[in-house]
Each structure stands twice: as structure tokens, then as C-alpha cells.
């Protein structure tokens, strides 16, 4: 059921409502995912192996600071749904403009941290001299730019807590194409190396936030932007942080661990580096899915467990964790047997091939584990039970993963012992995630029940 632009989860087949929602997420983030990687497809083939090293190595920094941002925003996605399945409309006003001008404020501040912190992170990394140049021009442009980034997260999260996750990814598609045009031009018309990939990024990103802004501004729903009324509500502002903190925190954080394990890896050179680079960007395609049916059932719930639904919430949730684990062995299959073709869209440098196949086919066949811990995580968020999930995920993927480095480096200089130490984490948090869901549903029961 549409109501007035959005679409309302609370009623209807549940796996038609999850998947007709969660399959524009996919293609969204698989355009997204698709103009991030041209960038380094490009600066990997002609330019150099040092510059898609380079672009690669900025990655953990970019994801620190835009993660705890994506975080909050995930926060006021889980306020609108709720108000929205309700059918609040003045909670859905007071949110949707709270959660505007929060990010116009926190955009300011992105963008002076990022631009400020530049250099020394990439010192932090222990970055080689032959990479640090080009990773500092790409870090400093595209922070400049953050701003339209954080503001098409924002308001894209609001459109999907009402059920439209179709024109986010209309924008996206349209940024995704601009992108690569300007990367051709800019990088291999111009030959502006990284800064081209860094302004190619940064044109495509202010074009899918003009978009975004003006679909909420010229909607008739209940969520339409009136520029006039934008403010912060307290209470709003309350329930944001009390939702969105924990897993803003959370990102940030793990965000920060990875830029640890960056450092670990730039220790290999520039080779290991590239390498690692082009895999990143391979298991981003390869978690599209799994992202995808964790935000659709942060949604599902979210709208459920408005109109307090409590039956219908958990039977989404078995039904997306059947989904992630079914996309998982899809995608794990093409992964493992064309390996080596991937890593060479990316650079054809033997050394760099050898280690960019080690890792796809070393890490795809924990993906499973990852598939559980999303959406278990997704169902809490909507649920507005974020803290523990949060604990879980930095107890996982920060402090066992940085001891375990720290002392498996101590004995070794292994690049499999480096490596290993991502599944290692993905299986603890898997564990522990599985226990504090089932242990938590029945209070999520008696709280929301009628």
C-alpha cells in the first residue's frame, strides 16, 4: 500500500514487501558501489599501481568519519518509520526537519575534521612515501565535498524509512553515470590522475544530493521538506541519538580498527596494497545484498513494531535472514571460479593479481557469517535496540581484531595471519549477535505487544 509517496510495510505478502523494497536498495548500492569502483578501475590502468594503492589506502579514513554520520542517519530513518507506520503526521514533520538540519550542522563539521585530519592519518597508516601524495590530494578534495555526500545519506534514509527506495536509486543511477564520464575526462582525457577520480566523485555526489533535496521538497507526502521549517526538535534530536548514537559510534569506531589493519597491510608495499585496494572494492559488490536486506528490515520492523505488529516483525526477520544466506552462496560462487578476472579489471601487474585472488578466495567463503550478523543487527535497529548490537560489533571487529593483529605480528610476518583476522571477527560477532537476538525477542514481544 502507497501512502502518498511512501509505502507502507505493515500490511501485504511480507516477502513481496521485503524484496520489492530491498531489490532498488540492491541496485542502488550496486550503482554506488559500481562509480566508487570506475575510480579506481581507472587511476589502476592508466595511471599507475601507486595510484590505485593510493585510492585504495584512503578508504578506512573516508568510512571513519562519513560511517559515524551514516549512522546517526540510520537513527532518524528508524523515527520515521516508526511515526510513519503510525501514520503521525506531525512526528513525521518534526523528524524529517530535525534530521535536515542536524546534518546540515554535522556536514559543516565532516568537512573541516576531514579536510584538517588529512595528513596525519595517512602518516598514522604508516602510508609509503611512492603513495603518500596522491592518497593526501584524494582524501583533502574529496573531504571538501563531503557535504553532498552526508546530505544525499540523509535524505535518501528518509524517503526509504517510508518505503520509496526506488528514486534513491533513480539518483543514484544518474550520479553513478556522471561519475564515470568525468573520471574518462578528467583521468584519462585531462591525465589529472587521482585529483580527477577525487573530482569525478565529488561532481557526481553534489548532482544525487540536488536530487534528493528537491524529490522531498516537491513531495506531497507527509515527509515533504518545507525549507522554512527546518529545526531541531528536542525530543526528535533524543530519539535519534538514543537509536542512531550506539551505531554511528560503532562505525566510526570499526572505521578507525580498519584503519589499523591498513596499516598492517601497507607493511607489504604497494603491490599488497593495490591488491587489497581492488578486493575492497570486490567485497563491497559481493555485501550489496546483504546490506540491502538488512536496511529493508530495519524498515519492515520499524513500521511493524509501530503499529506494534509484533508477529509480523519476527516473521520478516526469518524471512530476510532466508534471503541473505540464499544471496550469499549466489554470490560466493562467481567470486571463487573468475578470482583472478576481477582483481585484473583493476591492475594486471602479476604481483598485484596474486595477492588480489589470495584474498577473494581466502575471504568469500565466510560471507555467510556476515549475511547472519546483518540482518539480526537490522531487526534490533528497527527495533531501536542498538546498544548491545554495538558493543557486539566493536568487542568483534575492534578490540579482538587489533589484540589479535598485535600479536599474531609480534610471531609472524604473514600476509594469510594479517588476513585472517577479518573472519575472525565476522565469526565472533556472528556468534555473539545470534545469542543476543534470541535472548532479546522476547522483551522486544512484551514491550510491543498490545
Known amino acids: 500500500m502507497a501512502s502518498k509517496g511512501g509505502t507502507l510495510m505493515t500490511e501485504g505478502n511480507i516477502w513481496e514487501r521485503i524484496i520489492k523494497f530491498a531489490l532498488p536498495l540492491m541496485l542502488g548500492y550496486l550503482f554506488q558501489q559500481f562509480y566508487t569502483a570506475v575510480d579506481s578501475i581507472v587511476v589502476g590502468n592508466f595511471v599507475s599501481k601507486q595510484a590505485l594503492a593510493a585510492v585504495g589506502t584512503t578508504t578506512p579514513i573516508i568510512n571513519m568519519l562519513i560511517g559515524f554520520f551514516t549512522g546517526l542517519s540510520s537513527g532518524a530513518s528508524v523515527v520515521i ?28 563539521f565532516a568537512t573541516v575534521i576531514g579536510v584538517f585530519m588529512v595528513p596525519y592519518m595517512l602518516e598514522f597508516m604508516k602510508t609509503p612515501d611512492d603513495v603518500f601524495v596522491e592518497s593526501k590530494t584524494y582524501l583533502t578534495i574529496y573531504f571538501s565535498g563531503v557535504a553532498s555526500l552526508m546530505i544525499y545519506n540523509m535524505g535518501a534514509a528518509i524517503l526509504r524509512a517510508v518505503g520509496d527506495s526506488k528514486r534513491p536509486l533513480y539518483f543514484l543511477v544518474a550520479s553513478s553515470f556522471v561519475n564515470i564520464v568525468f573520471d574518462l575526462i578528467f583521468v584519462v582525457g585531462f591525465n589529472m590522475g587521482v ?8 561532481l557526481s555526489q553534489i548532482i544525487s544530493a540536488v536530487l534528493v533535496m528537491m524529490t522531498l521538497t516537491k513531495s506531497s507526502g507527509m515527509f ?27 562505525q566510526s569506531i570499526t572505521s578507525f580498527s580498519n584503519v589499523f589493519v591498513q596499516s598492517y597491510i601497507n607493511s607489504f608495499g604497494s603491490s599488497a596494497m593495490a591488491a587489497w585496494s581492488a578486493y575492497i572494492k570486490i567485497d563491497h559488490f559481493a555485501i550489496i545484498p546483504l546490506d540491502s536486506i538488512s536496511m529493508s528490515i530495519t524498515t519492515f520492523v520499524g513500521q511493524n513494531l509501530g503499529v506494534h505488529n509484533v508477529k509480523r516483525a519476527e516473521k520478516g526477520t526469518k524471512y530476510a535472514v532466508i534471503m541473505a544466506v540464499a544471496a550469499t552462496a549466489a554470490i560466493s560462487a562467481p567470486i571463487l571460479i573468475f578470482a583472478p578476472h576481477f582483481i585484473a579489471l583493476f591492475n594486471k601487474e602479476a604481483e598485484v593479481i596474486e595477492y588480489g585472488v589470495f584474498l577473494l578466495r581466502f575471504m568469500t567463503p565466510f560471507y555467510s557469517l ?14 531501536g535496540e542498538t546498544r548491545m548490537p554495538t558493543a557486539i560489533r566493536l568487542f568483534s571487529f575492534v578490540v579482538f581484531r587489533q589484540i589479535y593483529l598485535f600479536f599474531v605480528t609480534q610471531y609472524t610476518d604473514s600476509f594469510t595471519a594479517v588476513a585472517l583476522g577479518y573472519p575472525l571477527g565476522w565469526m565472533i560477532s556472528a556468534i555473539l549477535g545470534t545469542i543476543y537476538y534470541m535472548y532479546k525477542k522476547r522483551e522486544i514481544e512484551i514491550r510491543f505487544s498490545d
Open 370 to 383: 556476515v549475511a547472519m550478523n546483518s540482518v539480526l543487527s537490522g531487526a534490533l535497529c528497527g527495533s
Open 224 to 250: 515533504r521538506l518545507h525549507w522554512d521549517r527546518i529545526k531541531m526538535h528536542s525530543y526528535v534530536m533524543r530519539e535519534i541519538l538514543h537509536i542512531g548514537f550506539p551505531t554511528a559510534l560503532q
Open 81 to 108: 518509520a516508526r511515526n510513519f507506520g503510525a501514520q503521525n503526521e506531525k512526528k513525521v514533520q518534526d523528524s524529517v526537519h530535525t534530521a535536515i538540519a542536524m546534518i546540515f550542522v554535522l556536514s559543516i
Open 195 to 202: 585529483a580527477g577520480a577525487a573530482y569525478a566523485t565529488v
